[in-house]
């Protein structure tokens, strides 16, 4: 019992069904080889023994049978004279005794016997011989004589019915268990040579159904990497061959359907990036014409309704996205300019404006066509409430018009926001009233020198949480500006100084960080916004909208 663990682990650790089949056909060999080398040598033993017995039996009935006519005439010398020609003559004879029916030794030749001591006998057995009807008045043992084991063949030597003598012949087993021994060393050789065989038969079994069984597995493997062409070869027309037949007729079906399905889903596949790019298509002209529409909406907000007098009014606004829609070209983008005139105090004021609404595209977009809705109207409403704002100052005009857009961007919640400079300019003695919401500082050309106006504070962002805080704590900032002849003042949005000046040759963008290049742009140009443009695309690429208002004081009376 404690050797099937052994085979079972042996079984389960081995991972080759031919290793497996080889181990099992040749125990299989080698088990039926013992088995039946055992078996004969047992019933050639036998069968030995038998012949040993029956002819001791022969030879004891034939000398009892001599001894008896011998013994009548008593001529024991002749019993003697045959007894010693059997000890002499046969080497499986012993001893041959004679002895009278009172146990007395007439004649003795034995073998084995050393300066006449007398024979030691101990039985080992009884045996019977074959009943053939010669085998009456005899006794038939095993026994070891003088430490030799022997068959004792004893045979009653009779007068009539009366016994005479009794007749004792040995025959030793010692050839016997040569002719064993060697049956056995043939048996060994015979079970070393069929073993050897056994190998070769299993191995050769075990190929006969390991190796169809082996193609199906590379087979199985070649379709797991969906090798489809991978042919199974089994020349066999069993059930394995079947098998192989059926598992064949698969792969061309699998085949067959791979192939289907590839050519389907490329096809799929062609269709669907086709209706995609239709979709994008799609989208794109809707979102075009969305753009578009935005455009149309901010262009009557936007622009220079001044007519030039005291002042030049110029202004530049380059959006960065940009597309076509129909064959008609527009810009869209966060940066807005509105120049106004509106009456305060029976005078007439030049409204400046400079905003930039946060967000690329549509979000920018979105955020300056609310702020220029709000500025148009608070506009139009100044313009058509005649006296009743004749009274306001305006500094005061200008916290109006920030709060009130401070209260519509503040309903959005923080998703738009715009930073801008409002600003009211008398053209007649050139003083200017500004307010910057988080705007970049205006810049001053004068002399052929610009420099940034510094300002005491500037507000919060249009719709910042801190500016409508601020409105409510009555913390606004306006600044007061005297300006001279020929000085010209400059708004812009922050996309100014967003200038991509190089791309090195690991990919490495250098954007500009000097504020100061702007004024050297702005001196180089000698404050012409249409030079300082071009100045500024010389020294890089714009990233942003870009949007520059200029204001020029030709006649400022005292």
């Not at 109207?377 to 109006?400: H, K, M, V």
């Amino acid at each position: 019992m404690k050797t099937i663990p052994w085979i079972s682990s042996l079984f389960r650790d081995s991972k080759s069904i031919k290793s497996k089949l080889t181990i099992t056909i040749y125990f299989i060999v080698i088990l039926l080889l013992t088995i039946s080398s055992i078996f004969f040598t047992m019933i050639l033993l036998s069968q030995l023994k038998r012949s040993l017995v029956k002819r001791g039996v022969m030879i004891t009935r034939s000398m009892a049978l001599v001894s008896e006519n011998l013994i009548a005439s008593f001529n024991f010398s002749e019993v003697e004279r045959g007894a010693a020609e059997l000890v002499e003559n046969d080497i499986e004879i012993v001893y041959v005794i004679l002895e009278s029916d009172d146990g007395k030794v007439i004649v003795s030749r034995d073998k084995t016997a050393q300066n006449g001591a007398s024979s030691s006998d101990y039985v080992i057995s009884e045996l019977r011989a074959e009943e053939d009807g010669n085998v009456q008045n005899m006794e038939i043992r095993m026994i070891e004589h003088n430490k030799m084991e022997c068959i004792d063949v004893l045979s009653h030597v009779k007068a009539g019915d009366k016994t005479i003598a009794k007749l004792r012949i040995g025959l030793t087993t010692k050839y016997l268990n040569l002719s064993l021994y060697k049956t056995v060393f043939i048996a060994i050789v015979m079970i070393i040579a069929f073993s050897l065989m056994g190998v070769f038969i299993s191995i050769r079994f075990s190929l006969h159904f390991s190796t169809p069984i082996l193609n199906l597995k590379n087979a199985t493997e070649e379709m797991q990497n969906k090798n489809f062409d991978y042919k199974i070869e089994v020349l066999s027309s069993d059930e394995i061959g079947l098998l192989a037949d059926a598992f064949d007729e698969m792969r061309v079906s699998i085949k067959t359907y791979s192939s289907s399905l590839q050519e389907l889903n490329l096809n799929l596949e062609k269709k669907v990036e086709e209706r995609t790019r239709e979709l994008q298509n799609v989208l794109h002209e809707q979102k075009k014409g969305d753009y578009y529409l935005t455009a149309n909406l901010l262009q009557p907000l936007i622009g220079n309704f001044i007519e030039n007098g005291n002042v030049k009014i110029e202004y530049i606004l380059n959006q960065k996205m940009k597309f076509e829609f129909r064959k008609s070209s527009a810009q869209i983008g966060g940066d807005f300019i509105l120049c106004d005139t509106l009456s305060l105090q029976n005078k007439d004021f030049r409204f400046l404006c400079n905003a930039d609404a946060m967000g690329k595209s549509m979000q920018g977009a979105g955020g300056a066509l609310i702020f220029g809705s709000v500025i148009r109207s608070i506009l139009n409403r100044t313009q058509y409430s005649g006296n009743l704002l004749q009274t306001i100052t305006p500094a005061e005009w200008l916290e109006d018009c920030y709060i009130e857009l401070v209260k519509v961007f503040y309903s959005m919640q923080g998703t738009m926001s715009v930073s801008c400079i409002l600003a009211l300019l008398d053209d007649q003695k050139g003083h200017l009233f500004a307010l910057n919401a988080g705007h970049p500082a205006p810049v001053l050309y004068r002399d052929g020198k610009a420099s940034f106006l510094v300002e005491d504070a500037v507000n919060q962002k249009i719709g910042e949480s801190f500016a409508y805080e601020k409105i409510h704590n009555n913390n606004l900032k306006i600044s007061s500006i005297q300006f001279e002849k020929d000085d010209i003042l400059l708004f812009g949005s922050d996309g100014k100084d967003d200038i991509l000046l190089t791309i090195t040759e690991t990919n490495t963008r250098e954007i500009n960080s000097d504020d100061s290049l702007f004024l050297r742009c702005i001196e180089e140009a000698k404050g012409d916004i249409h030079q300082v443009y071009v100045v500024i695309e010389k020294r890089g690429s714009l990233m942003d909208d870009f949007s520059l208002l200029s204001v020029e004081f030709k006649n400022i009376k005292a």
